[in-house]
């Protein structure tokens, strides 16, 4: 058992935010038979403060997302039949983008989790060390989850500054701002409609480009912190993978309930 605690001030953070003005998050979450012991992490959101953890697992390990990186639906570069119909979509066979890793035991770190304070969802998954059966820190590497084709890698990404991140946060809902708190990225194309997002990566495979196809289980890039308000405000506390699963124009587990979407990951990960 540990507790997180979070601090996070100005209401972007897109992990365990719950509110501009502030509030407490109290999940407990029970895995089942085989997976890690039952956790509880608590969050609060005193608005105004810095961002500060305590943790026991492993120290110096990530505190919550710090980002509003709530991905916008992008176009499918090579889709090649009709995109999958959004949650029903059978998918299966996958490997966790971090070696050794699990489902996030806290549904807020999950896709469709509610972002109240800005009216939306998150889309993807979050893998944090205080929050997954392995170790995540910087630099962990990670791999394709399913063998594609890349159609994006972001070689050249330039870290926010405390100026481009104030421009981000002019509109956080457009689809520049959103992109840009995904910060250094990788995608990479599964056919029918299906695109795996690889988000605030610390870097990428210097070897692959646009177009690679790569295996499954490959090392494409590393865990960072690029694009969260962290990495310009409080450097080296926000260090995860931020994962995302595209169906279509949507995601894996749209609209669904946390146990529906709960249960499309495991069969993801053909668990
Ligand atoms: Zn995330």
């Given amino acids: 058992m540990f507790a997180l605690i979070v601090a996070c001030g100005g209401g972007d953070d897109g992990g365990l935010a719950v509110g501009d003005g502030g509030g407490v998050i109290v999940a407990t979450v029970t895995r089942t038979a085989g997976e890690t012991p039952a956790a509880t992490l608590v969050a609060t959101l005193p608005a105004g403060t810095t961002p500060e953890a305590t943790e026991t697992l492993e120290p110096g390990a990530p505190t919550a997302e710090a980002s509003t990186s709530e991905p916008t639906p992008a ?3 090579t889709a090649t039949t009709a995109p999958a119909s959004n ?62 084709k890349i159609i994006r890698i972001d070689h050249g990404y330039v870290e926010l500054t405390p100026q481009s991140l104030a421009g981000l946060r002019v509109d956080l809902t457009s689809a520049e701002s959103l992109d840009g708190f995904r910060g250094r990225q990788i995608w990479i194309d599964h056919g029918n409609g299906v695109v795996t997002r690889y988000c605030h990566l610390n870097g990428v495979v210097g070897e692959l480009q646009v177009n690679d ?43 669904l309930a946390p146990a529906q979407v709960r249960a499309l990951y495991h069969t993801l990960f053909g668990q």
Wanted: aromatic letters at 8%; a negative charge; proline letters at 7%.
């Fill in 87 to 148: 949650g029903d979509a059978a998918l299966s066979g996958f490997v966790y983008p971090i070696p050794g890793g699990c489902l996030p035991q806290s549904d807020l770190l999950m896709p469709n989790a509610p972002r109240e304070y800005r009216q939306g969802t998150h889309e993807g998954l979050d893998f944090y060390g205080v929050d997954n059966c392995t170790a995540i820190g910087l630099g962990r590497s990670v791999v394709a989850a399913q063998a594609g």
């Fill in 213 to 255: 196809v790569v295996a499954q289980g490959t090392t494409i890039g590393y865990v960072g912190e690029s694009g969260t308000p962290g990495s310009v405000e409080a450097p080296g506390t926000e260090y995860h993978l931020h994962w995302e699963v595209r169906v279509g124009d949507s995601f894996l587990g749209a609209g």
């Fill in 75 to 77: 176009p499918v570069a």
